[in-house]
């Protein structure tokens, strides 16, 4: 299984939005409203900051939102925050019943 | 508040196995959760390596699949992973989690290298 196509990397400016996209395929984000994206700061473990597709866990900002259409889901951060920058990872279940993750996108807050 | 901790040595041997437990606290390892593994070389992205359901089924990358072995221990709530045949390719961060879509908790990982 080849992993979710990520940006490498994104940038903006405090309170601007950015997007970080993610295409699969139909045999995983195409096929699946099971699309979470993870946020991981250096040293420490990815933590779930959205699943099936649009939902935020509990403690969640409102600033992220999460959005899929067809192979591609995409990750809006609103109103950018220093504490924002990180990578951003996707993730998807599949047809095999596996998860696969993307390679990764560095946020970085100009 | 569910917690999970990873645990097993930090250094293996190529060709050895690998093997690592991961302790839950918070909850039974028997309530409907899936309990994997996620690693990460040093630098690198995430790579799902596995599930496992407390009544059995496992799910694993078919990259790994077989190398891989996954069991549940519900008598110390605990569940583990062993990787066989290691090569230095498989040096990473080793986190234990609970979820399959989404990985809703995660471990704090832990690094296992692979060097003689």
């Known amino acids: 299984q080849s992993p979710l196509t990520q940006p490498a990397s994104v940038s903006g400016s405090p309170g601007q939005s950015i997007t970080i996209s993610c295409t699969g395929t139909?045999?995983?984000?195409?096929?699946?409203?099971?699309v979470s994206w993870y946020q991981q700061h250096p040293g420490k473990a990815p933590k779930l900051i959205i699943y099936d597709v649009t939902n935020r866990p509990s403690g969640v900002s409102d600033r992220f939102s999460g959005s899929k259409s067809g192979n591609t889901a995409s990750l809006t951060i609103s109103g950018l925050q220093a504490e924002d920058e990180a990578v951003y990872y996707c993730?998807?279940?599949?047809?095999?019943?596996?998860?696969?993750f993307g390679g990764g996108t560095k946020l970085t807050v100009l | 508040q569910l917690q999970l901790q990873e645990s097993g040595p930090g250094l293996v041997k190529p060709s050895e196995t690998l093997s690592l437990t991961c302790t839950v606290t918070?909850?039974?390892?028997?309530?409907?959760?899936?309990w994997g593994w996620i690693r990460q070389p040093p630098g690198k992205g995430l790579e799902w390596i596995g599930c496992i359901y407390y009544g059995g089924s496992t799910y694993y990358n078919p990259s790994l699949k077989s190398r891989l072995t996954m069991s549940v221990d519900s008598s110390n709530n605990q569940f583990s992973l062993k990787l066989s045949s290691v090569t230095a390719a498989d040096t990473a961060v080793y986190y234990c989690?609970?979820?399959?879509?989404?990985?809703?908790?995660w471990g704090q990982g832990t690094l296992v290298t692979v060097s003689s």
């Open positions: 989690a609970s979820g399959r879509a989404p990985i809703d908790y």
């Open positions: 918070g909850d039974s390892i028997t309530s409907s959760y899936y």
């Open positions: 139909s045999s995983d984000v195409g096929l699946y409203n099971y």
């Open positions: 993730s998807s279940y599949t047809s095999s019943s596996t998860v696969i």
